[in-house]
């Protein structure tokens, strides 16, 4: 995987960047701290295969974020409790839980709009539950774009920064990108776990 989104990007520039940031905001787990460095390192002349322009890449990642949130955030508005008090059920989603999501985003819903596209895991998911909130679109739309240019900006900085020097990161950033998606599945099972022993519970009770 983390060989097929390089080359994707190093042959396809800006584009691939704005596809790929939008998969990840909808709920891919496609890795931004794989993504924007590579772009700037091919912004700097890396992999031998001519440049894109760093401040396009920036823009395109962050616009391609918030493509991919509002679509996240209007699944979740339609159809995310329906879904979650559903087939959510079947991996310990209970109805306790969307209405700690919602009171959350209630009392600090832009703080973790902002602050959630910086934190790896967290801002591919963050959407959903602002969705859920109905937090005001704007505010969604305004912090999500400010905090994904930040987070865009940093990871391309960094890729730009090691330059010709990539090929010596590239075994890093991509253990970067195992150990997200490993979170996230580890999110996933735990979550799991714990409503199937809340049903054991509510069974006994």
């Known amino acids: 995987m983390t060989s097929s989104i390089v080359d994707f990007v190093v042959q396809n520039g800006v584009l691939a960047v704005f596809v790929l940031m939008t998969l990840e905001s909808c709920g891919i787990p496609i890795p931004s701290e794989l993504v924007m460095p590579v772009a700037g390192a091919l912004a700097a002349g890396a992999f031998g295969h001519g440049s894109i322009n760093g401040v396009a890449a920036v823009l395109a990642g962050a616009f391609g974020n918030l493509a991919g949130s509002l679509i996240a955030y209007a699944i979740a508005a339609l159809w995310g ?49 602002a969705g859920m909130a109905r937090m005001p679109l704007l505010s969604f739309s305004l912090l999500t774009f400010a905090g994904a240019l930040l987070w865009c900006a940093a990871l391309t900085y960094a890729g730009y920064q090691a330059g010709v020097n990539y090929d010596r990161i590239n075994g890093a950033i991509g253990k970067v990108a195992i150990v997200a998606g490993v979170l996230i599945v580890v999110a996933v099972v735990v979550w799991f776990v714990r409503g199937r022993r809340e049903d054991a519970s509510e069974g006994a009770a």
């Open 81 to 129: 409790e329906r879904f979650l008090l559903g087939p959510g059920r079947y991996i310990g989603i209970r109805r306790h839980h969307v209405e700690l999501a919602d009171g959350l985003f209630q009392r600090r819903g832009p703080a973790l709009v902002f602050f959630g596209r910086m934190v790896p895991a967290v801002r591919t998911y963050i959407s959903f539950p």
